[in-house]
């Protein structure tokens, strides 16, 4: 279904006590609006524990096995007994520092959907392919490896992100038409591999040094449908801003 949304991303930031400050402040700004939180697993439990409906609470990754021998990581059932509604998939920074691929996030998008989580699927160009003039193909290819053996039904019940590599933790944001080009274009591909009918209702959130002072502007886009926030996330007061501008 298409939703206009913000979810922040808090990444490998806060302890638990600045976990629940934050927590505490945006319930205070907040009117009638809602956003979605992705926060460090170690914190989902206790943030579980004072939103309310108007805070939905993410997890920044999955693992792509169900469940078994394998140190370290977080499975799908384990988010989904949680509670956990949303899961950033394929993250930039996953791909960059965890050698995570495309294969990758195809089987964790498939393992979210299997319990019921929305997964997020990220997307995005890194400078040099920007500067080429090549970054639509790759987008392109990235949609299609993350989505592929997703029947309709499931396609339904995925967010992406276009998150250009360029514009995360940098300052420096996709302008309103860059976002749009590309979000357009992200739409026109699941027209092409589903239907028209899919494409319209596909939430596209755009990420990448999205701030108070620039989240207006891309959200007037008609193909974007609101925003992944990183740094700002982090300050309640500036998360606040972004959502109230949608
Ligand atoms: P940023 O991060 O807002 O700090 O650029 C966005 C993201 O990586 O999701």
């Known amino acids: 279904m298409r939703r206009q949304l913000v979810i922040g991303n808090w990444k490998m930031n806060t302890s638990i006590d600045e976990a629940i400050n934050l927590i505490v402040d945006l319930k205070e700004g907040l009117n009638d609006e809602s956003t979605v939180v992705c926060v460090p697993y170690t914190h989902i439990g206790v943030v579980q524990e004072i939103v309310d409906d108007r805070i939905a609470v993410g997890a920044q990754n999955l693992c792509q096995f169900d469940n078994g021998a394998y140190t370290g990581e977080i499975s799908s059932t384990m988010l989904q007994s949680l509670g956990v509604e949303f899961v950033i998939v394929g993250h930039s920074e996953r791909r960059a520092y965890f050698g995570e691929t495309d294969s990758m996030v195809n089987t964790k998008v498939q393992q979210a959907l299997k319990k019921d989580i929305i997964p997020v699927i990220c997307c995005g160009e890194q400078l040099e392919t920007r500067k080429e003039g090549s970054f639509l193909p790759f987008i392109e290819n990235q949609i299609r490896e993350a989505l592929k053996n997703l029947s309709k039904a499931m396609v339904a019940n995925c967010v992406i992100a276009y998150e250009p590599v360029w514009a995360i933790g940098t300052g420096e944001t996709a302008s309103a038409e860059q976002a749009q080009e590309v979000h357009r274009f992200i739409r026109g591909i699941i027209e092409n591999l589903y239907d028209k009918s899919t494409a319209d209702h596909m939430t596209i959130v755009y ?40």
């Open 207 to 246: 990420g990448g040094s999205v701030k108070a002072e620039n989240a207006a502007d891309l959200f007037k886009e008609e193909d974007v449908d609101g925003a992944l926030v990183g740094g700002a996330s982090l300050k309640a007061n500036d998360f606040l801003s972004i959502i109230k501008a949608l």
